[in-house]
């Protein structure tokens, strides 16, 4: 089994940065893809950023903004958001795609302010 735990959420104001981690343990060797969704209010969790064995995709509207980083040595996935907006407001979190299973992380709150 994997589990992710996430950190870095925050408050922060418009055209502002935050760096989100999520570290993963357990059998991690099996982790084919790992990545950042996001679920605003009111609205369906959609894909922020996600790294796999075939490259990086990135959600159009994060696109020059947001930046996905693997550190296989710390087992750890990154989600580095610049230029912050106010819709970028969502719980966010980290996913691993894991021997045909989907492993969610608990979620960590981003909000910005105008």
């Known amino acids: 089994q994997v589990q992710l735990v996430e950190s870095g959420g925050g408050l922060v104001q418009a055209g502002g940065s935050l760096r989100l981690s999520c570290a993963a343990s357990?059998?991690?060797?099996?982790?084919?893809?790992m990545g950042w969704f996001r679920q605003a209010p009111g609205k369906q969790r959609e894909l922020v950023a996600i790294s796999t064995n075939g490259g990086i995709n990135y959600k159009d509207s994060v696109k020059g903004r947001f930046a996905i980083s693997r550190d296989n040595a710390k087992n750890t996935v990154y989600l580095q958001m610049n230029s912050l907006k106010p819709e970028d407001t969502a719980v966010y979190y980290c996913?691993?795609?894991?021997?045909?299973?989907?492993?969610w992380g608990q979620g960590t709150q981003v909000t910005v302010s105008s």
């Open positions: 357990g059998s991690i060797s099996s982790i084919n893809a």
């Open positions: 996913y691993a795609a894991h021997r045909g299973s989907d492993i």
